[in-house]
């Protein structure tokens, strides 16, 4: 049997030193070797990496500039592993993630793989499996939702692959030139994703590689997800179109984004997110952006150099996947149990339910553990029924099955 491959994971940061030791303490509880840490941060975030017992185990890369195509080419540059891997700094991964993103690469075919990815409340899903075509337009595809599927990209449609939850041969990144520094924060994974189609490059779906994603505040976005700046959305639409779309229809393209764009900004308006001033101050910024991005100089790759200086192999625990679980109203106990058995190394799953039908929620908490909450008889996944009935050893025992595979929990 062929020995696992080498894996680096990139993370770039900017502005959110918080939600980076969140991740890498994500990081720092996969089950997957060998893998390295690569972190391309701004000053906060390094200086938040030097507080923390693993930094002596991870790369850090200083880069301040506000450009995550540059930053990803300098993790690539430093990355030792025969694949790279990147995640988003306010992500955290499930234990299993390498484990199932970087199977795939097996085959010799495969150039790009791509997981799923939850959204804030940690069970429904923000991005499973889809295509891109040459408009930048996303079409979901129906794929078996537990075995990855092979698929190859043609010059018209690309396999997507989202930012936060995707890995590439670090032959083919090279080769290609990375990713493209005029994409400064939007559509530079979509780009890469059409330019490997071109090549008729094969691209891994693996959905058992789960991310879970936040969608932090950053400088182009609040925390309740309204955006402050839409330039530099409207400036990656122009390169993007000027490379991939037919000039023909190029201007149609323009208008079906900027609808969207006005219609989503629209739809915070009416919610009391947004004053009317700030709708059309957006909408400024968006086609001053295009305006802007049109102008650009095209082809700015630059050759990726060799800077690695030896595969930096993270330490990985052989302790267990556990799972505590109680009444809500025993919280602080269980949290302080929790935090003692990740303290011992362990992959910790608390579950604390209270006699209601509240909807459930996960998430990774700082004190590094996996925390279900939610009523007795409410909803997890979002398709079941608003009321059920369940003793509470059942419903643990059936959510404890839900997430078994990813969370790495024996039977």
Request: charged share 25%; hydrophobic share 40%; aromatic share 8%.
């Amino acid at each position: 049997m062929t020995a696992p491959a080498a894996v680096s994971v990139v993370v770039v940061s900017r502005e959110r030193p918080k939600a980076l030791r969140r991740c890498l303490i994500g990081l720092s509880q996969l089950r997957y070797y060998p893998f390295e840490i690569i972190v391309v941060a701004d000053a906060g975030g390094r200086s938040i990496l030097r507080e923390m017992p693993q930094a002596a185990h991870i790369k850090a890369i200083a880069f301040d500039d506000p450009n995550i195509s540059e930053a990803r080419n300098l993790g690539i540059a430093h990355a030792d592993g025969e694949i790279v891997a990147f995640i988003d700094d306010d992500a955290v991964p499930e234990p299993s993630w390498l484990t199932h993103l970087a199977a795939p690469f097996q085959h010799p075919d495969v150039s790009a793989a791509g997981g799923y990815v939850r959204g804030r409340n940690g069970i429904s899903w923000q991005w499973k499996a889809e295509t891109v075509d040459r408009t930048g337009l996303s079409r979901p595809l129906e794929l078996d939702d537990v075995q990855p599927t092979l698929l190859t990209g043609s010059p018209e449609q690309g396999v997507k692959t989202q930012g936060t939850n995707m890995a590439f041969r670090r032959d083919t990144l090279v080769e290609m030139g990375g990713f493209d520094p005029n994409y400064r924060f939007f559509l530079d994974e979509t780009d890469l994703n059409l330019r490997l189609a071109a090549r008729h490059a094969c691209t891994a779906v693996v959905p058992r590689a789960e991310v879970h994603h936040g969608f932090a505040e950053s400088e182009r976005r609040r925390p309740d997800r309204v955006p402050r700046d839409l330039h530099e959305i409207g400036a990656s639409w122009a390169v993007f179109l000027r490379r991939h779309c037919d000039s023909q229809i190029r201007r149609g393209v323009w208008q079906r984004v900027m609808a969207s764009e006005r219609k989503r900004l629209v739809e915070h308006m009416v919610a009391g997110r947004l004053e009317p001033r700030d709708v059309r101050r957006l909408l400024r910024g968006l086609r001053q952006g295009y305006k802007d991005g049109n102008e650009r100089r095209q082809n700015l790759f630059r050759p990726i150099q060799d800077l690695g200086g030896g595969f930096a192999t993270f330490p990985v625990s052989d302790a267990d996947s556990v799972v505590l679980s109680g009444r809500a109203t025993r919280k602080r106990h269980l949290r302080r149990t929790a935090q003692q058995q990740v303290a011992a190394g362990r992959i910790v799953t608390l579950m604390r339910f209270s006699r209601t039908t509240r909807y459930h929620r996960v998430a990774f908490t700082d004190q590094g553990y996996w925390e279900q909450t939610g009523g007795l008889f409410g909803k997890s996944e979002r398709t079941q029924p608003t009321f059920r009935f369940w003793l509470f050893s059942q419903r643990v025992r059936a959510e404890t099955d839900r997430v078994r595979d990813v969370r790495l929990i024996a039977q």
